[in-house]
């Protein structure tokens, strides 16, 4: 059997694998492991070992949990809510205002736990509702909570762009800056249509009522002192960074304890919140050490079969495709499988394949990283299968069905596929912060 062959099979069973239910860690590791074993005999195993050696010694990866910890501290705590009531004061005097500080919200809840998850749920449950309440279509809303949480992969500190630096073998760093402004671009964009269709359509959005609306100056101004500390505590862990004066780990550490630290001057730290965070840190944690292990493993096996030059020559010498056509076929298929798998999944799968194949043709790897994320934050809300389309089901109030979120998504799919084709032609508003940090 060629190893072409076996490459294709390889692919194929793992495909297989997930199809029926599988965990992801388990589906690409047997398979890794299995083909290792085949090949190589006994001394395949040495290849899923030197993959856990790998993970062991990468450094960056204790950022993982250091940032995990302080969302779901900040989550836990309910300091997330006073952001809300935040936003609720200060914006419901402009049309479509809650929902435009639900962006807002999703922006500062993604600064503060990189899962997209976490932005969803409390976007669902504090956010929902309040904005049902008053009067909100809920199409429009339903829409604004699933593009607002999709950000949640691409600011920073995004778990995402952590997994993608240890599979790709680019600095943490850069990425997360990389990603900083097209994640700022994307949700300018949101809150600039919600603006403007609830200018034209005003039943829509409506404002608050006078009686919500008339808060003492006083209660304003502690509601915003309580609703920006989330913004405090990121701007205490990520300025000594980007100034150089800390490193990626001392600076997640920097706002693990800020946010720890805020929960008990605030009163809220209490034992449940402490250990709901700790073992859920340690859940989300473990989980992406497992597939960040399959991924390195089959990766190895992918290598050693010359699997990534068999499909560089497929595509630019029997196929004759140049380097965009190849590159925009690549962000096609993340749509395609982001309809039945999850960002990490996706990322396992493709990246043995893809990202040699984008560094040969040129292009730079921590833009190609961007481009990754905000694809699959398309994938997320493309039918069938989207990823936050079952979520936000789960998570909804029975009156929005399942024919109400999917035609929520269409005007921020629309804007979102605009972002990405912004920073496919200008790589450098991706690469102008990175470049500007680092350079000095």
Known sequence: MSYEMIAILMFSSMMLMLLTGQRVFGAIGFVGAFAGLMLWGTGGADMPFSAAMKLMKWYPLLTL???????????????????????????????????????????????????????MAIGATIALPELLKRGYDKIMVTGVIQAGSSLGILVPPSVVLVLYAMIARQPVGQLWLAGVIPGLMMATMFIIYIYVRCRIQPELGPVLPPEERDVPLAEKLRLLRAGLLPLVIFAVMMVPFVKGYTSLVESSAIGAMAAFVAAVIKGRMTREVFETSVRSTLAISCMFMWII???????????????????????????????????????LSFILMGTFLDDTAMLVIVAPLYVPLVGSMGFDLVWYGVLYTITCQIAYMTPPFGYNLFLMRAMAPPEISIRDIYRSIIPFVLVMTFALAMVIIFPQIALWLPNYVYGK
């Open 293 to 331: 292990l399959a991924a390195l493993g089959f990766g190895a096996i992918f290598d050693g079969l010359g699997a990534v030059k068999a499909i560089d020559h497929l595509f630019t010498e029997q196929l004759g495709f140049g380097p965009w056509t190849i590159l925009i076929l690549m962000q």
């Open 65 to 119: 949990p250091m940032f995990i910890f302080m969302g779901y501290v900040l989550s836990e705590s309910k300091i997330a809510d006073d952001l809300y009531k935040m936003f609720h004061v200060w914006m419901g005097p402009v049309r479509g205002g809650l929902a435009i500080g639900t962006i807002g919200l999703m922006v500062l809840i993604s600064a503060m736990n990189g899962l997209s998850v976490a932005g």
